[in-house]
């Protein structure tokens, strides 16, 4: 879309508007080092943002924009693009309210429509609350389910990235049960090859995709368990054949300290808590979420939208600027294999 050595164009979307999404947003864009990597802008209410800079003590200059095209993008002045016309006055913090859903809902559309216009490299999303899209009778349960949906992508692949570590999920949000039962042969092939697919867009020649172990000490050959034997060993075997540099399955009381010390590119966790607890106990701060396999490149702090702190100036923005930066450096990396030809 554009040449590498121009920053990419990331939209920063505000999230539910009662909870601490306008503060860490706007904490976000008020940081320098943002500047430095990318073109930011937010896509949200000036009004609401106000508010919480108001809180903050803080009177950053708004400019109000109708396209990307029209942002300045220099620090000391935040762009804000509203794709609503809502009237804000009834907006408290702290508080499940359907028109915060809606709203939320919004940001997140207009953030589909620009990234498949290509007005934006990528999207950096503030959380929203469940409980509000549901009042607002919006029939998604998060983030990644709209993204997915609204985008038509053949998939979406969920990875955290904290420091060296980058794990993917073979599913997120199912009963331990019910997980173990679903990290089969065919569902594991199926991501491993996906992963292989979305890390060569990255500019990886042949990502090194270690496969984390269900059982302890990878079932020690059956002893205690045999889901290794069954099912991820004849995933990591039929992914070789396909020319995938997959490995394992390696233990997972040591497959995520080797990735954290960059043995390999990538971890495929079997389940939601064997990646989550890895990751945000090496750095919760600095853990955020990517979403790989979307027509542009979307991340997500890790945390929610925090109602017990909202409007208090008190919200850590640590994990947002984060979401921010990591998204352009990864998105620039996808520019750069895109203009390579290859």
């Known amino acids: 879309m554009q040449s590498v050595n121009v920053k990419p164009v ?60 029209e942002a300045l993008y220099t620090f000391g002045t935040i762009d804000v693009l509203d794709p609503g016309n809502y009237d804000t006055s009834g907006i408290v913090f702290s508080s499940v309210q359907a028109k915060a859903g809606m709203m939320a809902f919004d940001y997140v559309k207009k953030s589909i429509e620009l990234g498949l216009a290509g007005e934006i490299d990528a999207v950096s999303t503030a959380p929203i609350n469940k409980a509000a899209l549901r009042a607002a009778k919006i029939n998604f349960i998060g ?82 368990g045999t889901e290794e034997i069954t099912d991820l060993i004849p995933a990591v075997e039929e992914a070789k054949k396909l020319g995938i540099h997959a490995v394992g399955p390696v233990p997972a009381d040591s497959v995520f300290h080797l990735g954290a010390q960059g043995r390999y590119d990538c971890i495929l966790s079997m389940y939601h808590d064997q990646g989550h607890i890895a990751c945000k106990t090496l750095d919760f701060d600095k853990s955020v979420t990517l979403t790989l396999g979307l027509p542009f490149m979307r991340s997500s702090v890790d945390h929610g939208t925090a109602f017990d702190i909202a409007g208090k100036g008190i919200a850590n923005a640590a994990s947002m600027i984060e979401s921010t930066r990591v998204v352009a450096e990864y998105s620039k990396m996808a520019i750069a294999r895109q203009e390579s030809g290859k």
């Open 10 to 69: 990331v939209a920063v979307t505000m999230g539910d508007p009662s909870g601490i999404g306008p503060e860490i947003v706007l904490k976000t864009l008020m940081t320098p080092m943002i500047y430095e990597v990318c073109k930011p802008f937010i896509i949200g209410n000036a009004d609401i943002l106000a508010k919480s800079a108001g809180i903050l003590n803080q009177s950053p200059v708004f400019h109000k924009i109708k396209s990307p095209r």
């Open 143 to 224: 983030h990644t389910e709209i993204y997915a949906e609204l985008t038509k992508a053949p998939y979406a692949l969920t990875m955290f990235n904290v420091h060296k570590l980058r794990v993917f999920f073979v599913s997120r949000h199912l009963s331990l049960r019910d997980a173990i039962a679903y990290a089969n042969k065919g569902n594991v092939l199926r991501f491993i090859r996906n992963i292989d697919t979305e890390f060569k867009k990255l500019g990886f020649e042949k990502p090194k995709i270690a496969v984390a172990a269900i059982n302890p000490h990878g079932g020690e050959g059956g002893m205690f």
